[in-house]
């Protein structure tokens, strides 16, 4: 008797449609500029005053690398364009322009405006950076 009853909600359990909470999956595409993470970073930083280059992913900013260089450079704010720590003398090579936001925060805290910010400079190639100078 109770194995009948038994299979009887089991039928009704294997009949029903998924509940609403488990909706279906569905793949989500790729972000165009996430890199593939699979693929070996294909960008290299060179650290001038540091003797020493690291590879990132093309997209990735410059205090990425330094952070993954164990390169010493703070940034309190951690990447948000407010504390300034980050500002390096110079960034050349194929990097994104300036932004607005960096050449505002530069001036608010008094640091050459020749410098970047390396949480706001995106990497595209072959990159040097100078981090001396930093005030
Ligand atoms: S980490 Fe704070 S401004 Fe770049």
Redesign the pocket.
Known sequence: MIHKLLGKILDVARRRPASRHSAPKTERPAAQSEPDPIALPDCQVTFVDHDKTIAVHRGKTV?HAIIRGGIPLP????????????HVSSITGDVSDRREIETR?LKILGRPLDGR????TLVFGAVSVTIAGQA
Request: proline share 0%; glycine share 16%.
């Open positions: 205090l940034h309190e704010c951690g990447g948000l364009a407010s504390c300034g720590e980050c925060i910010l390396a949480c706001q």
